[in-house]
């Protein structure tokens, strides 16, 4: 709809609005008080046709911390979805009930026909395997505090590229700054989808090596960042058996890794890290989570237009 801002793709935010959510990111996570009625009488939708603790229930936390309320439903089965109704005429009804919605949806581009159907604003939290816009703000906010920038970093994403949503978009995201090196570490039948090779890492000019071998490019790094196979994604359950378990982190994988590494997990994790690295002062997947709220707090004012 016209005039109303969506988040679809993390690209169609600038560089320079990206700085404003993180620098909004952080003053709300230094004094949350100071904000704590900025949606008052506002109303968020979270519309979850797939799984979810964190995206939803931060979501719904972080419209909760601004004074807003919320609504929604968790599981298609609960929803008129059951019943055969279209992605449009849920989100044209639900537009009506709401001041913003945030989606997660199994189908790729799901979000993006809501969008274009809703008279508020629409947030892709997740679809298929393609995009995850607010895990990529809540990663860069963990970047920007870890590191104190987006330039000059070495990133190696670890685990299942092809089908992992959020490694989509943080590369997108990451191919923007200057001095940014992507290394690729899959099993073969997991590498990063040709599409986001080419049109994405190709088009910025962003230098990247493919690898399986986690260990060897493991000095490199500033930053790990590790994923779960998406097993919901799998044609069969004997490719996701044989692969599940390619990558599991230890602290003896660790051993010739930079000292000031940081290691970022969109979580859930099941296998991929030893429960033994989580105290590893390099291990930030639970500072991760923290960080999730507040920027999802910065986004809902900005697509609201609340100052
Ligand atoms: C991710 C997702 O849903 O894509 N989870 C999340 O939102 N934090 C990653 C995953 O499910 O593996």
Redesign the pocket.
């Known amino acids: 709809m016209e005039n109303v801002r969506s988040l679809i793709d993390i690209l169609e935010l600038s560089v320079e609005e990206i700085d404003s959510l993180v620098e909004l990111g952080t003053k709300i996570l230094d004094d949350p008080a100071a904000y704590a009625h900025k949606c008052d009488g506002k109303i968020l939708a979270t519309l979850f046709f797939?799984p979810?603790?964190?995206?939803r229930l931060s979501f719904e936390s972080a419209m909760l911390g601004l004074g807003g309320q919320v609504l929604g439903f968790s599981e298609a089965q609960s929803s008129s979805a059951a019943k055969g109704e279209s992605v449009a005429d849920t989100v044209r009804t639900v537009s009506c009930y709401a001041d913003i919605i945030a989606m997660?949806h199994p189908k790729e581009g799901a979000p993006l026909v809501a969008a274009m159907n809703s008279l508020v604003p629409v947030i892709n939290?997740?679809d298929g395997g393609h995009n995850?816009p607010?895990?990529t703000l809540?990663d860069l906010l963990t970047i920007h505090h870890e590191k104190g920038r987006f330039e000059d970093l070495t990133i190696g994403f670890c685990g299942?590229l092809k089908f992992?949503?959020?490694v989509h978009s943080l590369i997108s995201a990451m191919s923007r700054y200057k001095g940014v090196r992507v290394v690729l570490v899959s099993p073969e039948e997991l590498k990063l989808p040709s599409y986001v090779k080419q049109d994405v890492l190709g088009r910025a000019g962003i230098p990247y090596v493919q690898t399986t071998d986690l260990q060897a490019v493991m000095p490199e790094l500033d930053i790990l960042y590790m994923?779960?196979v998406?097993r919901e994604r799998f044609f069969n359950e004997e490719d996701y058996l044989r692969l599940k378990d390619s990558y599991i982190l230890t602290p003896e994988k660790l051993q010739n890794a930079r000292p000031d590494l940081s290691i970022l997990h969109?979580?859930?994790r099941v296998n991929e890290i030893s429960v033994a690295v989580d105290a590893d002062p390099r291990a930030a997947y639970f500072r991760q989570v923290r960080y999730?709220r507040f920027i999802r707090m910065a986004l809902i004012m900005m697509l609201l237009g609340i100052q």
């Not at 979810?52 to 995206?55: A, D």
Request: no cysteine; hydrophobic share 10%; aromatic share 0%.
């Open positions: 797939e979810s603790t964190r995206t997660r939290a997740g995850h607010t895990q809540t299942d992992g949503r959020t994923t779960r998406q969109p979580l859930p999730g």
